[in-house]
T-cell receptor, first 111, second 115 residues
Framework: DGGITQSPKYLFRKEGQNVTLSCEQNLNHDAMYWYRQDPGQGLRLIYYSQIVNDFQKGDIAEGYSVSREKKESFPLTVTSAQKNPTAFYLC??????????FGDGTRLSIL | AQTVTQSQPEMSVQEAETVTLSCTYDTSENNYYLFWYKQPPSRQMILVIRQEAYKQQNATENRFSVNFQKAAKSFSLKISDSQLGDTAMYFCAFMKPSTGNQFYFGTGTSLTVIP
């Protein structure tokens, strides 16, 4: 079955450490997105990519980085510059004007 | 910037009753799309219903329907015959093709269905 796979489901980060969240899709979608979800808030866009080797910053890109070397993959790195990284992270993909399909999310916590 | 407002942080409804969740949005665009997503305790985001702005007819999906008022920029979700499995966070979302299909989400409404 086609879908979006996010891994790991839970991730812990030490102070000063970079961590990478994985997002893979086999839906053949062109566009991919990363969102951050905090309690009581909606989804806020971190980065998005419409085609391979191209991506744009969203509303809260500071402290994050991404790459899009393959159509299927859009990993998100949470850098040490992100001072409040504890949150639930959702990856999504879409094609044309279709609704976004979401992965099951990764919960990141600080040790 | 596009904004989506959900003014009801929490709502509850008796099982088998009907409930309406509110959503308003702000845009100067004429071509856009609106969505309602459901996020149950599992945290998975599930598409509930979709509405194209150019369509006057309100979208319907089984027990879920919308009241789309384009002039008022209002997009409410009606859930009929509420079931316990409807308990979830509900997010209203706005998308416009002119910004690369970027989605804008409201802050959500937590709905509890009471047995």
């Amino acid at each position: 079955d086609g879908g979006i796979t996010q891994s790991p489901k839970y991730l812990f980060r030490k102070e000063g450490q970079n961590v990478t969240l994985s997002c893979e899709q086999n839906l053949n979608h062109d566009a991919m997105y990363w969102y951050r979800q905090d309690p009581g808030q909606g989804l806020r866009l971190i980065y998005y990519s419409q085609i391979v080797n191209d991506f744009q910053k969203g509303d809260i890109a500071e402290g994050y980085s991404v790459s899009r070397e393959k159509k299927e993959s859009f990993p998100l790195t949470v850098t040490s510059a992100q001072k409040n990284p504890t949150a639930f992270y959702l990856c999504a993909s879409s094609v044309a004007i279709s609704p976004q399909h979401f992965g099951d999310g990764t919960r990141l916590s600080i040790l | 910037a596009q904004t989506v407002t959900q003014s009801q942080p929490e709502m509850s409804v008796q099982e088998a009753e009907t409930v309406t969740l509110s959503c308003t949005y702000d845009t100067s665009e004429n071509n856009y799309y609106l969505f309602w997503y459901k996020q149950p305790p599992s945290r998975q985001m599930i598409l509930v219903i979709r509405q194209e702005a150019y369509k006057q007819q309100n979208a319907t999906e089984n027990r879920f329907s919308v009241n789309f008022q384009k002039a008022a920029k209002s997009f409410s979700l009606k859930i009929s015959d509420s079931q316990l499995g409807d308990t979830a966070m509900y997010f209203c979302a706005f998308m416009k093709p002119s910004t690369g299909n970027q989605f804008y989400f409201g802050t959500g409404t937590s709905l509890t269905v009471i047995p």
